[in-house]
């Protein structure tokens, strides 16, 4: 196994493993991990659901460099050793920004809006950006469609952008509406999302 190829398993890994410990931590304290849905339920559902799909196909793809070929509406023949590089610096930039954030929220971490108290969380990676989880998702799709060219994957990528951009404004409202003035002026000095 390469450099390239390490790398590619490693940083792959790293999101359904982290993802997997975070659940794992909440329900281990007792708390579940889902929330209220933030847009109507079965659009939210699918996006993350898909989002799982995407990631396990990252990583399927990482473990074995010609799994591409098995998916249809592929855009090129080969994956060249630069677009690896490419989604290796993808997947690098998608951790620094999802696993600072499973940090900083940690248990007040959940799967749509929270059913109980909650706190508004702005240090740590929330003082560049507001949704670094649904940002570092855009990072993770990137890598997985360099890594495996094919519509099948940009189209439910493109979709969980969509929703996932939908979600985010529906939580803003929901944000507002309980931090009223904390969180606009969060809002102020933070971007959504870069």
């Known amino acids: 196994m390469n450099l390239i190829r390490f790398a590619l398993v490693l940083l792959s890994a790293f999101p ?42 990252l990583l399927a793809a990482s473990l074995k460099p010609g799994l591409f070929l098995w998916f249809p509406w592929l855009i090129q023949n080969e994956v060249p050793a630069v677009q ?19 940090f900083t929220m940690s248990i007040f971490t959940r799967v749509g809006l929270p059913n109980s108290p909650h706190v508004i969380k702005t240090g740590g990676i929330y003082r560049i950006t507001r949704n670094p989880m649904y940002l570092s998702f855009w990072f993770f799709f990137t890598a997985c469609f360099l890594l495996v060219p094919s519509m099948l994957i940009a189209a439910p990528a493109f979709f969980c952008t969509v929703i996932h951009h939908f979600i985010i404004l529906s939580e803003e409202q929901y944000m507002t509406g309980h931090f009223n003035d904390q969180y606009s002026d969060y809002k ?7």
């Open 16 to 57: 359904l493993f982290s993802t997997l410990l975070l659940g794992y931590q909440l329900f281990r304290n007792g708390q579940g991990a889902m929330g209220k849905p933030a847009i109507v339920p079965w659009l939210f559902f699918s996006a993350k659901i898909t989002v799982a799909v995407l990631f396990a196909v």
């Open 84 to 102: 690896q590089l490419m989604s290796v610096l993808l997947l690098l930039a998608g951790n620094l920004f999802l696993l600072p954030a499973y």
């Open 188 to 194: 102020r000095h933070v971007p959504r999302y870069l």
